[in-house]
């Protein structure tokens, strides 16, 4: 059952005859549940769609990550069932609301209410070199967000970026946003791989990138 | 190297009591720093936390209490108060409306009189039982469009109140549904604050804006400032500068309510003097 591209504490588990990705915790989103294992919906979930694909996420299990628009919770509660220390950013208080309810029975699991383009806000709260920043941000300029936040991560460590086409242009083709984020990503991420997620998530590009070391 | 203590560069736990929760929690949502470093290791050697299993313990408990009265403040706001009243005011509105169609349509099987809309709802449900027996559900249905559209009044009066009280300059100058909408619309008196006058313009209006950016459609003229009556009195072919008169107002009044809060009467003096003038140019066009 173990697939060398998922992190320890992620596996396959069969749900109602179909195979899923899941995790172990408490449920969060009504999603079905297999023993104390609960599947991972990457029709949901960004990461999910990019560990559903293939992707190489550098994710090994058990380490420190900081996960960028964590929203209700939905995704970085399955990050906390398998990473370290995870610390969830979220601006609206509404979600955060939700986030709150998912963080009760996970200890490693910090919910943080504040606003991922400043990061000084919570640099005091968040540790140093992380293995990984999950992004998942709808505002307009991703990029910049992943490049403010690169002092959080470690000098190997990954970002793991789902860009919306849709935050950034509504009226341009996907297409030509992305390349304008590769683009402004390069000037402190080297690309390792990307795809479109349309399998799970309309207009939505991953991308695997490590911190440009000069 | 510093050792994290700095001041505006420190990690949260620093001067913190490791017992004094409330302390921790307030350093949480106040403190800052320029860059990460390695606090649990730093907290363990500043002896705030026996182990890093300590000191994650601790985050997660000030964390949670920081993140739930941040989350508490925000949604106890008294804009978002507003927001949740008016649109739950329109969802009254709207389903009393949905449901008095289907008690006229079913009533009129039992009822040669039967009327339509919410006032012969009302009549219906305070009728004598003059109806066959089995006049009886559509009745109670009809009981129900009462109460949800009386609820609806409930809610127009709790906004008509509160708004002044939220957004003096909005509520002055758009009437206190409009502002309150508004509000709503963008999700509270901050963002609407900071939203550009066009886009104030065409608020409510997003499927035509949209259709506009991807090139198969004129630009909308309005949004839902179009219920003011400034813009709704104006020429059609006067409305549009009336709306952007109007938006521009809006938006000023808008920043004035959020960054300051004090009612400033020139403010509507200046619309009504502009809209006048706007006004006074239809006659000249369609002479």
């Known amino acids: 059952m173990s697939d060398e591209r ?35 919906n990457p029709h949901r979930s960004k990461l999910g769609a990019m560990l559903e694909l293939g992707m190489e996420t550098g994710l090994s299990g058990g380490e420190p990550v900081l ?35 998912a963080a009760e029975s996970r200890s490693r699991l910090f919910p943080l209410l504040a606003d991922a383009r400043k990061p000084e806000t919570y640099a005091h709260i968040v540790e140093s070199d992380v293995d990984a920043i999950v992004q998942d941000v709808a505002t307009r300029g991703q990029a910049r967000v992943a490049l403010e936040n690169a002092r959080f991560l470690a000098d190997d460590g990954r970002l793991l970026l789902a860009v919306k086409a849709r935050s950034e242009d509504v009226t341009r083709d996907p297409a ?36 440009r070391t000069e | 190297m510093t050792d994290g203590t700095d001041p505006g560069e420190a990690g949260w736990f620093v001067g913190v009591d490791p017992g004094d929760v409330d302390g921790a929690t307030a350093a949480i949502m106040n403190e800052t720093a320029t860059e990460p470093r390695s606090w649990p290791r730093l907290a363990v050697a500043s ?24 989350v508490e403040a925000a949604e106890r706001a008294d804009d978002r108060q507003l927001v949740h009243a008016v649109r739950a005011m329109d969802d009254c509105t709207r389903t009393a409306n949905e449901l008095a169609e289907r008690v006229a349509e079913w009533a009129g099987t039992i009822d040669p009189d039967a009327e339509t809309g919410i006032e012969y709802a009302r009549e219906l449900a305070e009728r004598e039982a003059d109806l066959p027996a089995s006049g009886a559900p559509v ?24 708004t002044p009280t939220v957004a003096p300059n909005l509520a002055a100058l758009a009437g206190p549904v409009l502002a309150a909408r508004l509000i709503s619309l963008v999700g509270g008196l901050e963002e609407l604050a900071k939203k550009p006058s066009g886009t104030v313009q065409v608020l409510g209006a997003e499927d035509a804006l949209f259709a506009h950016l991807r090139g198969h459609a004129p630009s909308p003229k309005h949004g839902i400032i179009y219920t003011h009556d400034a813009v709704r009195g104006t020429h059609p072919d006067n409305r549009g500068s009336a709306a952007r008169a109007v938006a521009g107002k809006l938006a000023i009044a808008a920043r004035i309510d959020h960054y300051s809060g004090e009612l400033n009467p020139d ?3 200046e619309l009504a003097d502009r809209i006048e ?7 000249e066009s369609n002479e």
């Open chain 2, 277 to 283: 003038t706007i006004q006074a140019r239809e006659v």
């Open chain 2, 139 to 162: 009745r109670s249905l009809a009981g129900r469009v009462v109460e949800l559209a009386d609820e609806a009044e409930g809610l127009r009066a709790f906004v008509e109140r509160q």
């Open chain 1, 176 to 211: 030509a946003v992305f390349d304008d984020v590769r683009t402004a990503l390069s000037d402190g991420y080297e690309i390792i791989e990307d795809q479109r997620l349309d399998d799970y998530q309309t207009d939505h590009l991953g991308i695997v990138a490590r911190p």
């Open chain 1, 6 to 40: 998922l992190p320890d504490g992620v596996e396959r588990h069969t749900f109602d005859g179909m195979t899923r990705l899941a995790t172990r915790g408490d449920p969060v989103y009504g999603e079905p549940t297999d023993g104390e294992w609960r599947a991972w």
């Open chain 2, 267 to 269: 403010l509507e003096a």
């Open chain 2, 47 to 70: 002896g705030y936390a026996d182990s890093e299993r300590e000191y994650y313990d601790r985050l997660h408990e000030v964390t949670m209490a920081a993140t739930r009265s941040a």
């Open chain 1, 67 to 101: 996960y960028l628009g964590a929203a209700s919770g939905t995704t970085v509660s399955h990050v906390a069932d398998f990473a370290g220390p995870t610390y969830a950013v979220e601006f609206a208080a509404r979600p955060t609301r939700d986030l709150l309810a």
